[in-house]
């Protein structure tokens, strides 16, 4: 889907958006109002704004990858959410950012790639501290955890050490 302010809108449950490829969209790919939903083995290029926005509780996300987009990768304001084996390369902004939404966080952001997001700055944000981010690859990570950005004060606490190691799950990825 080429040159759509809002490529795809839900605003309801069990969506879902399973292979498909957004590029060079001036706005949105993939935009989820509310309620739940899937977006599995999408590519996210070239993009503006957020290539995908999840605004409800119990949304999945996986097997996708974001590249160079003009905004963030992933942006979630709700809970129960779940992003697993993506990868993040070259956005502008973050590769994630989880906001504070209504009720208990409590999203999961693990076994992910990020490289090079946010011009080099931190490559992912959190408004709480409740959400779980756990071995997900930071090409910018130096310590024992990945301090995120953002006013949670969350970390990744067990980030991959070795590209490949995330890499390889994203190559094998079914």
Do not use: K
Not at 123 to 142: E, F, K, R, V
């Amino acid at each position: 889907m080429n040159q759509a302010t809002l490529a795809v809108y839900f605003d309801g449950l069990g969506n879902s958006v399973t292979d498909c490829a957004f590029d060079d969209n001036t706005g949105y790919g993939v935009y989820m109002g509310g309620g739940t939903g899937t977006v599995t083995g999408c590519t996210f290029a070239n993009g503006g704004n957020f290539a995908a926005q999840l605004l409800g509780n119990g949304n999945f996300v996986r097997n996708c990858t974001f590249d160079t987009n003009a905004g963030y990768g992933v942006y979630f304001n709700g809970g129960n959410n779940s992003l697993d084996t993506c990868l993040f390369s070259a956005n502008t902004g973050y590769g994630v950012i989880c906001a504070v939404g209504s009720g208990v966080p409590v999203n999961a952001i693990a076994n992910n790639c990020f490289v090079g997001n946010n011009g080099g700055g931190v490559q992912g944000s959190d408004g709480t501290a409740l959400n779980w981010w756990s071995h997900n690859y930071w090409s910018d990570d130096a310590g024992t955890a990945y301090a995120l950005a953002g006013g949670g004060g969350n970390s990744d606490n067990n980030p991959w050490r070795r590209e490949n190691q995330v890499t390889g799950r994203l190559r094998s990825r079914s």
